[in-house]
């Protein structure tokens, strides 16, 4: 195992295209539910205990080795949204090509050819981790980390705040992103003798009707 890959993995400058997408805040400053670092931070810690935790549950559980087409399916279930279903799938794409390229492996190659369409972003990540020898609670932590630092980065550019603030917020949610990581490992563990409904299915509705209505937006900033 080699914490430097974890690093990598939750790098924003891993090529996996996360710097386009504002998970969802975009919408959010639109409809002034952020408009200052302290919205900003209620933001993030919804979306973490959210869309954050199923995200990171899917994704320790394809880093334990469960079938990644089963898992891809539990996600679709898991995103009503259909535009933030294409979204998943548009950023599993990208993801599949840097984890192909940096973390070579056959879970990699057979999700690539039973999803040509592109399987759902945490399900890549989670198999490009166990590629890189990491563990479920690893890819839980890149997932949640994910979830918090994009809106965050996001932020800084649609609102002018301060990076400084920016990641004030973010050593504030520590504690908020170590909680989901570890529910959503521990919900990992269980599926082999729970059923993937073990896994968590936690949603966030307003981030679903916003995501609909950010995607027929003519002008934006941000894809999603």
Do not use: K
Not at 31 to 48: E, I, K, P
Not at 52 to 69: F, V, Y
């Amino acid at each position: 195992m080699s914490r430097a890959a974890l690093l990598l993995l939750a790098d924003g400058r891993f090529p996996a295209g996360g710097h386009a997408h504002s998970g969802g805040v975009e919408a959010a400053v639109a409809h002034q539910a952020v408009h200052n670092t302290d919205s900003l931070q209620a933001f993030c810690r919804g979306r973490l205990h959210t869309t954050g935790l199923t995200m990171a549950g899917l994704a320790a559980a394809a880093a334990a080795g469960l079938d990644p087409p089963l898992l891809d399916d539990a996600a679709d279930a898991r995103t009503p949204a259909p535009a933030l279903r294409a979204v998943a799938r548009r950023l599993g794409r990208q993801m599949i090509r840097a984890a192909r390229a940096t973390f070579p492996s056959e879970d990699l190659e057979r999700l690539a050819a039973a999803r040509p369409q592109g399987a759902h972003q945490p399900i890549v990540l989670g198999l490009a981790a166990r590629a890189a020898g990491l563990t479920p609670l690893d890819a839980a932590y890149a997932t949640a980390y994910e979830n918090a630092g994009g809106p965050a980065t996001a932020a800084v550019r649609l609102l002018g705040l301060d990076p400084l603030d920016a990641s004030g917020l973010l050593a504030r949610l520590s504690s908020d992103i170590d909680a989901v990581a570890t529910a959503a490992a521990q919900a990992a563990d269980r599926v082999t003798a729970e059923g993937i409904d073990a896994l968590p299915s936690a949603s966030s509705p307003l981030l679903d009707i916003t995501g609909e209505q950010h995607a027929a937006w003519t002008v934006r900033l941000f894809a999603s």
